[in-house]
Every structure is written in structure tokens, then in C-alpha cells.
T-cell receptor, first 117, second 119 residues
């Protein structure tokens, strides 16, 4: 079973629309981390946010906001007033601590966002 | 700039050949991870090293091998290359507190990737 599920494979929105990228995760750990990464067309992976399992406060950073809900095992990402530069593939990831191994990171399959001008 | 350095950035080679990809983690990071991203695919975890020791293996082919050296840089060796090995190979490093649990506390910092094309 997938530990991180990003059900939306591709999304297209018109510039200035809001868009939410969904992420559902599965873990038995009580302590874990959740992440979002952005991969623009240039290919590099850019870290956006990290959340630990004890902090359910939603976070806002400019046009980006994240909604973490343990009850539904979701960590959704919303871009407000989307811009063309937001066009990228976005990956959600889960990090679990494995004894004597360190953290294991599990990535979703990514959501490709296209913002149409 | 993530602080993770990967070389080469681009590599074109022929089937049957062998290549080595190199990664220098961020200063102080003890964990190194290798990922493969094929065209239109997600990130496939290959292997993880912590302070020179292999810690976890993912979907890494037997034709591939890796190691982490005492200076913490890592190399991924790909041999008997096939067309399907063409991909973007990412190295990532992570802060680890060490200790019994080798617990990483932070996010993965990715290099810019090495794009391998096998012709």
C-alpha cells in the first residue's frame, strides 16, 4: 500500500485561481514528519515545508498554505491566486523514524500543476 | 542552493557502459539518500547511507551499487547500462542527530540531480 497518496495526477487552473493539492498519508508512528517539495520544469527539487506530527497548526506563507489534519491523515497544500511560475510538479512526502536506520522518506507520485495565463 | 553537490549534471553514454555519479552532502549531514526519477515518474528510493554505512535499500537493481566514503561523499555506480536506466538521479542529504536511533530530524536537501541518458 502507498504510504503517501496524491490522487491528483494533473491539475490545470487559470491564473489567479486558487488550487488545492491533496495528500493523504499512512503511518503507525506517533512521531513523523510531512513535507512538500516543488519540482519546476528545470528539474531541481525545492523544499517548501516540513510539519511534525505534533503540530497541527495550519501554516501560511505568502500565497501558500498548508492544512494538516491528523484525523483524516491529510496534509493538503493550497496555492492562492496562482501564478504561471507555480507550474511545477509537487511532491508530498512522509518521514518515519526507523530504529537504527534513521528516517525513511516516502514520496507521493506527485501532482503536476499547470497554471494557464 | 541546497548545499548538496552532484556531478556530473549531464551524462550521455551507451548501453552496456558503466558510470559513476558523485554526491557531496551538505556540511554536517551524515545521511545520504539516492533517488531515481524516470521520465514522468515519481521519485524511486534507491539506497540510503548513514555515516558510511548502508542503512536502507529500496528498489535498487543489482547492476547498481553505492557507497559512502569517510569524508561522507557518496558515489552511485551504474553498470551494464540499459536504455531504461535513462533518468534523473538525485542525491539528498539530511541532518541526523546520531545516537542509537540515528534519528534524522530534518528535511531532505536535494542536489540538482544528474541526468543520465543511455543511447
Amino acid at each position: 500500500a502507498q504510504k503517501v497518496t496524491q490522487a491528483q495526477t494533473e491539475i490545470s487552473v487559470v491564473e489567479k485561481e486558487d488550487v488545492t493539492l491533496d495528500c493523504v498519508y499512512e503511518t503507525r508512528d506517533t512521531t513523523y514528519y510531512l513535507f512538500w517539495y516543488k519540482q519546476p520544469p528545470s528539474g531541481e527539487l525545492v523544499f517548501l515545508i516540513r510539519r511534525n506530527s505534533f503540530d497541527e497548526q495550519n501554516e501560511i506563507s505568502g500565497r501558500y498554505s498548508w492544512n494538516f489534519q491528523k484525523s483524516t491523515s491529510s496534509f493538503n497544500f493550497t496555492i492562492t491566486a496562482s501564478q504561471v511560475v507555480d507550474s511545477a510538479v509537487y511532491f508530498c512526502a512522509l518521514s518515519e523514524s526507523v530504529q537504527n536506520t534513521g528516517n525513511q522518506f516516502y514520496f507521493g507520485t506527485g501532482t503536476s500543476l499547470t497554471v494557464i495565463p | 542552493d541546497s548545499g548538496v553537490t552532484q556531478t556530473p549534471k549531464h551524462l550521455i553514454t551507451a548501453t552496456g557502459q558503466r558510470v559513476t555519479l558523485r554526491c557531496s552532502p551538505r556540511s554536517g549531514d551524515l545521511s545520504v539518500y539516492w533517488y531515481q526519477q524516470s521520465l514522468d515518474q515519481g521519485l524511486q528510493f534507491l539506497i540510503q547511507y548513514y555515516n558510511g554505512e548502508e542503512r536502507a535499500k529500496g528498489n535498487i537493481l543489482e547492476r547498481f551499487s553505492a557507497q559512502q566514503f569517510p569524508d561522507l561523499h557518496s558515489e552511485l555506480n551504474l553498470s551494464s547500462l540499459e536504455l531504461g536506466d535513462s533518468a534523473l538521479y538525485f542525491c539528498a542529504s539530511s541532518v541526523a542527530t546520531g545516537g542509537q536511533g540515528y534519528r534524522d530530524t530534518g528535511e531532505l536537501f536535494f542536489g540538482e540531480g544528474s541526468r543520465l541518458t543511455v543511447l
